[in-house]
């Protein structure tokens, strides 16, 4: 009969491992290139929503600066609408005509008021 060689079986044992082994690394680095190509577009996802929420946030931005500075100005044009401001001894007031002369010119120096 025929008998069977064990070099011949080592040899198929050999290649088979091999061929298991290779399958295996070409396996791995196919499953790697897709990870990465997965989070490579999750990431590109991610950077293109950022863009947009940062435009819409500009744009809220802009927006309220605009409001604020419309009140600011209509604000700013009511107080520039007083002129002057008379200063007369309050009634019952114990202070003298000199000590509250001093107080009125201290307030003028302070806020710098021309007569």
Not at 12 to 22: D, E, F, K, T, Y
Not at 42 to 65: P, S
Not at 73 to 98: F, H, K, L, M
């Amino acid at each position: 009969m025929f008998g069977l060689n064990p070099y011949v079986l080592l040899s198929v044992g050999i290649l088979w491992a091999a061929s298991c082994g290779s399958s295996y690394l070409y396996g791995h680095r196919n499953a790697s290139n897709a990870a990465k190509a997965a989070q490579g577009e999750a990431l590109a996802a991610a950077v293109k929503q950022h863009n947009e929420n940062a435009v819409i946030d500009m744009q809220a931005a802009v927006e309220a600066e605009t409001k604020r500075q419309a009140v600011r100005i209509e604000y700013r044009d009511r107080v520039n609408t007083v002129e002057r401001i008379v200063r007369e001894t309050p009634s019952g007031c114990s202070v003298s005509a000199g000590a509250l002369g001093v107080l009125n010119q201290a307030v003028d120096e302070a806020n710098v008021v021309t007569r």
